[in-house]
């Protein structure tokens, strides 16, 4: 599972590496505090690989990217600024399409959650507090950089491949701890913001945090014998499902792979309004069902983890948390399962549990056919 952080130290530290590689990257601040702008540029341009612009106001900074003749790379917003805040500029910025994916981190004073969840619902990539530890941002804005160009490319190559295969989207290959983004959805960010939000929640001691995880259960065995497709197509629908289910609640989620999504919501009242696993599969096998496919799929919610913590540690270590606990109970429920279809019929190896032959048949009915099907048993 990617839920722990050592992963994702060393995948920032390839991209630091890639970085000293690649061109001056062309930078715009904007804060309008002009100390902060001057302390900024000197410290940036001084690490050799920022080609630095800065303006005092949203105003300024939407008429520098009206009128640079090629798009900046990275964007620094102040997220308190009169008239129109950072929040608002960044809004704008995500609007136009050559800056959907262009990183942007928020440089701010500001650590309370409402800033921070408002900042990454706006398609914020990263958000560093102040007073800055200027080594940390310069890697900061290479990783947000490098992961963008990645993105990017990898965006190109499915626009280029869709000429040739519509469904190539959904059908390209996949492991299934990939935690692969899932689009067009307010409340879901994609893996690695979801890392910073939960980084910046703990930085500010947000104590009335807590985290479920969500999984689909047995998705290891439709992982093995259902097209990667298929697959994706139910992630997706279990990601429209949280959000159906979780909107009351303001929960933040992001899927981790191997059928797995972790839920972060924040006070009891918002934890008291999350949903049954009963009304979560609802929702699910609904969304299912419209599109006509399986039915047997079901999700499991682990229990509420607090993520009471002062450190980054402890709040990545609530996730770990989360996910074990679901894990652990999907882990016993087939474990029942086994016991009792054991005791049903002593002849019967533990492993092929009743539900397990029931998902078996249902998957090899669907891929096959009914007479096909017929013919294998």
């Not at 947000?144 to 519509?166: G, I, N, P, V, Y």
């Not at 607090?306 to 999907?330: I, P, Q, T, W, Y």
């Amino acid at each position: 599972m990617k839920h722990s952080n050592p992963g994702r130290d060393q995948f920032q530290k390839k991209l630091e590496l890639r970085a000293q590689k690649q061109k001056l990257l062309k930078v715009l601040i904007v804060d309008d505090d002009e100390s902060i702008l001057e302390l900024l540029k000197t410290a940036l341009t001084s690490f050799g690989n920022c080609k630095v612009s800065t303006a005092s106001s949203a105003e300024r900074a939407l008429r520098a990217i009206e009128g640079c003749e090629t798009p900046f790379d990275c964007f620094l917003l102040d997220v308190q600024m009169p008239q129109v805040n950072g929040i608002e500029l960044l809004r704008r910025i995500r609007a136009l399409p050559e800056y959907r994916e262009t990183s942007v981190i928020m440089i701010t004073a500001m650590t309370e959650r409402h800033y921070v969840e408002a900042a990454f619902l706006e398609g914020a990539t990263d958000y560093v507090s102040k007073p800055f530890d200027f080594l940390e941002l310069r890697s900061r804005i290479n990783s947000a950089h490098l992961l963008m160009q990645e993105r990017m490319k990898a965006q190109r190559t499915l626009e280029s491949a869709r000429f040739l295969q519509d469904e190539l989207d959904f059908n390209q290959q996949f492991n299934l701890d990939d935690p692969f983004s899932i689009e067009g959805l307010g409340r879901c960010l994609r893996y690695v913001e979801f890392d910073n939000y939960v980084e910046q929640l703990s930085r500010g001691r947000l104590f009335e945090s807590s985290v479920i995880a969500v999984k689909i259960q047995d998705a290891e065995y439709f992982f093995d014998l259902s097209k990667s497709g298929d697959f994706r197509r139910a992630v997706s629908d279990l990601a429209r499902a949280i959000q159906m289910t979780t909107k009351e609640a303001n929960a933040i989620f992001s899927y981790r792979g191997s059928g797995v999504f972790l839920v972060v919501t924040h006070g009891k009242d918002a934890t008291g309004a999350l949903p049954s696993e009963d009304r979560l599969n609802q929702v699910f096998g609904t969304l299912v069902g419209n599109r006509s496919a399986t039915g047997w799929l079901r999700v499991l919610i682990g229990d509420r983890v607090s993520m009471r913590s002062l450190s980054k540690a402890g709040a990545m270590a609530a996730l770990g948390k989360a996910v074990r606990s679901v894990d652990e109970r999907e882990q016993a429920l087939q474990k029942d399962e086994d016991t009792h279809d054991l005791a049903s019929d002593p002849t019967e190896p533990a492993i092929q549990g009743r539900e397990r032959r029931r998902v078996y048949e249902r998957v090899m009915f669907e891929l096959f056919g009914e007479d096909s099907y017929l013919a294998q048993k």
